[in-house]
């Protein structure tokens, strides 16, 4: 009785975690995007984020890949509001323990007015363009 009981509170967990707030087209609509991002800008703030975030900095090599997007993520769960924004893809080439360049790796940025937002690859985030 007592492993049935767990297996459905385990199941009911997973199922109210996975749920995320539905985006609606009014929400997309009326949205707040805040400012459009300035390339020069977010090109230099993602720089200096990256290289805070890899073991071998200096020799990290990004390529923007498109210009931001309007859109939105899931920055505080998925169960609160998504916030709007910007998102932007960069590619990354950095070198391993071994000193040698791995292949390049797709990342996604989350921009509103100022602030810069790394996601991960499970964040749920979305271009409505």
């Known amino acids: 009785m007592k492993a049935d009981l767990r297996s459905l509170l385990a199941l009911l967990l997973l199922f109210t975690v996975g749920c995320a707030t539905p985006v609606t087209p009014e929400q997309i609509a009326n949205a707040d995007y805040g400012t459009v991002p300035d390339s020069s800008i977010y090109q230099k703030a ?5 290289q805070q975030l890899l073991l071998e900095p200096s020799p990290a090599r990004l390529r923007f890949i498109g210009e931001p997007q309007k859109g ?11 916030e709007f924004g910007y998102i932007v893809h960069v590619g990354i080439t950095a070198k391993n323990l071994m000193g040698e360049y ?13 602030t810069l937002y790394l ?11």
């Open 46 to 50: 993602t720089k200096d984020l990256i």
């Open 72 to 82: 939105y993520a899931y920055l505080s769960g998925r169960r609160k509001p998504p």
């Open 102 to 114: 791995r292949g390049e790796e797709t990342h996604r940025l989350f921009i509103k007015n100022d």
């Open 119 to 129: 996601l991960n690859k499970s964040d749920r985030a979305e271009v409505v363009e």
